[in-house]
Nanobody, 123 residues
Framework: QVQLVESGGGLVQAGGSLRLSCAAS????????MAWFRRAPGLERAFVAS????????DYANSVKGRFTISRDNAKNTLYLQMNSLKPEDTAVYYC????????????????WGQGTQVTVSS
C-alpha cells in the first residue's frame, strides 16, 4: 500500500497557474503508474492525466490538453501537475492516484488515493 498526500491547491483567477504536488510513501514510488483525477461539485470523478513509471508516456483528458502537464520525480517520490491557463470549469477537488500496472484513465483501476486538494478558479 502507498500513502499519497496532495498539496498546492488554492484560489486563483482565471488565466492563472497552480502547481499541485503529490508526495508518496510506503511503497517504491517508481514501480507505480500515477494519475490525477478531479471531482467538481455535483459531478462524477473525472480523469485529468496519467504518467508511466519512468515518465516516458503521459495521457491527458481533452479538456486539459495543452494547459496541464503531469510529471514525476522518482528520486523525490513526488508527482506533479502543472496547471496553466486555468478556467472556472477547472474548479474541483484534485486527487492523485497510484496503481501497480499499466497506465490507465479509469479511476476504478487505481487502488491508492490521496485525500485531495481543492482548486478554485474565479472568473
Amino acid at each position: 500500500q502507498v500513502q499519497l498526500v496532495e498539496s498546492g491547491g488554492g484560489l486563483v483567477q482565471a488565466g492563472g497557474s497552480l502547481r499541485l504536488s503529490c508526495a508518496a510513501s510506503g511503497r517504491t514510488f517508481k514501480t507505480d503508474t500515477m494519475a490525477w483525477f478531479r471531482r467538481a461539485p455535483g459531478l462524477e470523478r473525472a480523469f485529468v492525466a496519467s504518467i508511466t513509471r519512468n515518465g516516458d508516456r503521459t495521457d491527458y483528458a481533452n479538456s486539459v490538453k495543452g494547459r496541464f502537464t503531469i510529471s514525476r520525480d522518482n528520486a523525490k517520490n513526488t508527482l506533479y501537475l502543472q496547471m496553466n491557463s486555468l478556467k472556472p470549469e477547472d474548479t474541483a477537488v484534485y486527487y492523485c492516484a497510484a496503481r501497480r500496472f499499466a497506465i490507465s484513465s479509469l479511476a476504478d483501476l487505481y487502488n491508492d488515493w490521496g485525500q485531495g486538494t481543492q482548486v478554485t478558479v474565479s472568473s
